[in-house]
């Protein structure tokens, strides 16, 4: 089954009250309930609209998400409400859903819902998932790193142009070290970077790599970015590089992932042209993310395709000098 046909599904359950089961790709099927609920209440977005944006998405998101376990962002009531973080699999999963034992912290083994495949994405919004947080290894090497990501928050008073300026000098840096990586809005106030790393690369040298570039960062932006952890201790208008995020099990919400905030803004990728002063988070849309890959292709992936070569920052001159 299409994508169309499963829209198609989609809006006639709307139609006819907004409960029933859909047919999915691969002859499977799903139930789904109460999708006239009001997720996003203030920008009247339902349950029925997040679970049509994630259908029309899922070509270029499922890659994403693939083998991933994946940590639930529930809201099961809207943003209205406190959400909570869910990292166990439910006990009562359908079928469809994809699950798998999972080695944690402390030696034990727990279910964890799985990424990858349309039924359990929709699984997901159907119970109050609005966006989607993988980790940062599939379940084939779960000790190893993927890649290496920055997370770019900015204090209360902060604004968003410097956060593209950190990024920026990200990009710079990246590009004397002869290395590229993936940017993107996080859908809330910050930006990612992601560096796509080696097979078989460790959560020790993937932080250490996030750790180097974010401190050159700092050391040429001092009164704009920080390396500071605790909250108190940064300057209000500073952009915290959190290059922390790199351990097993850590999470941060996914390329393309509507976020549970007002106007139900999408993490988006962007080119690193496009890093100019009038970028604003809160204009990438659903419908705006949709005619961007629509014109754009996948950027994600395009980005995140080649591997980096961490060779070359052991070989004296490989760097290009700023």
Not at 13 to 33: D, N, Y
Not at 197 to 202: A, C, E, R, V
Request: glycine residues 8%; proline residues 7%.
């Amino acid at each position: 089954m299409s994508v169309p046909k499963v829209l198609e599904s989609l809006e006639s359950l709307e139609e006819e009250g907004g409960e029933g089961v859909i047919a999915l790709p691969g002859g499977t099927s799903l139930r789904l309930t109460h999708l006239d609920k009001p997720y996003f209440p203030d920008d009247q977005i339902t349950k029925g609209a997040l679970l049509r944006y994630y259908a029309q998405v899922a070509p270029v998101l499922l890659p994403v998400m693939r083998d991933r376990p994946l940590v639930l962002h529930r809201f099961p009531n809207g943003i209205s409400d406190q959400g909570f973080y869910q990292q166990k699999a439910p006990e009562d999963v359908p079928d469809v859903v994809r699950t798998a034992k999972v080695a944690v912290e402390g030696g034990s083994r727990e279910a964890r819902v799985i990424g990858g495949d349309l039924s359990t994405l929709l699984w997901c919004v159907q119970n109050g998932v609005l966006s989607v947080d993988p980790w940062h290894s599939r379940m084939q090497t779960l000790d190893a790193a993927d890649y290496a990501v920055l997370d770019l928050d900015p204090g209360p008073r902060a604004r968003f142009a410097r956060v593209l300026s950190v990024a920026r000098c990200i990009h710079e840096v990246l590009d004397e070290l002869t290395l590229h990586g993936a940017v993107k809005t996080s859908g809330a106030s910050g930006m990612h970077v992601y560096l796509p790393l080696p097979k078989s690369t460790s959560y020790e040298s993937a932080e250490l790599l996030a750790t180097m570039i974010a401190t050159r960062v700092v050391e040429r932006m001092p009164r704009d970015a920080t390396l500071e952890r605790a909250v108190k201790a940064r300057g209000a208008s500073t952009v915290y590089v959190d290059c922390l995020q790199n351990v097993r099990g850590k999470t941060v919400a996914a390329a393309y992932a509507v976020r549970a905030r007002p106007g139900a803004p999408v993490s988006t990728p962007l080119d690193w042209a496009e890093l100019g002063e009038a970028v604003d988070p809160r204009d990438f849309t659903r419908d705006v993310v949709l005619e961007r890959i629509e014109r754009q292709g996948d950027l994600w992936a395009n980005a995140m395709r080649r591997p980096n070569r961490l060779s070359a920052l052991a070989r004296p001159g490989r760097a290009r000098k700023a």
